[in-house]
């Protein structure tokens, strides 16, 4: 059974830092992308960013772009995202995702963590 596991929300005030890991289980994900993606309340969810696991090529949104810092540790089979500099509309949900596509659609990645509440205070 594939799992993907998300840590590291929290509370942080704007300009602090925080890192989300993913921990995934249950499959090889060597040929998939791994992403992260958002979701504000009354809004759409949101691609942010990816990495490819074999490789590392990386993938940012533009609202995001210097940043944040998607890694992957493969001996632990888990995916990081660095997020610095946060501001009051980074708020939301942050999920974890991964597909064998390379995709910045929401509707291409097969496998979703269950989300963890990243919330930035002005």
């Known amino acids: 059974q594939v799992q993907l596991v998300e840590s590291g929300g929290g509370l942080v005030q704007a300009g602090g830092s925080l890192r989300l890991s993913c921990a995934a289980s249950g499959r090889t994900f060597n040929n998939y992308f791994m992403g992260w993606f958002r979701q504000a309340p009354g809004k759409e969810r949101e691609f942010v960013t990816a990495?490819?696991?074999?490789?590392?090529?990386?993938y940012y949104a533009d609202s995001v772009k210097g940043r944040f810092t998607i890694s992957r540790d493969n001996a632990k089979n888990t995916v990081y995202l660095q997020m610095n500099s946060l501001k009051p509309e980074d708020t939301a949900v942050y999920y974890c995702?991964?597909?064998?596509?390379?995709?910045?659609?929401?509707?291409?990645?097969?496998?979703w963590g269950q989300g963890t509440q990243v919330t930035v205070s002005s």
């Open positions: 995702a991964a597909s064998n596509i390379g995709t910045v659609v929401v509707g291409a990645y097969d496998y």
């Open positions: 990495i490819r696991w074999n490789g590392g090529s990386t």
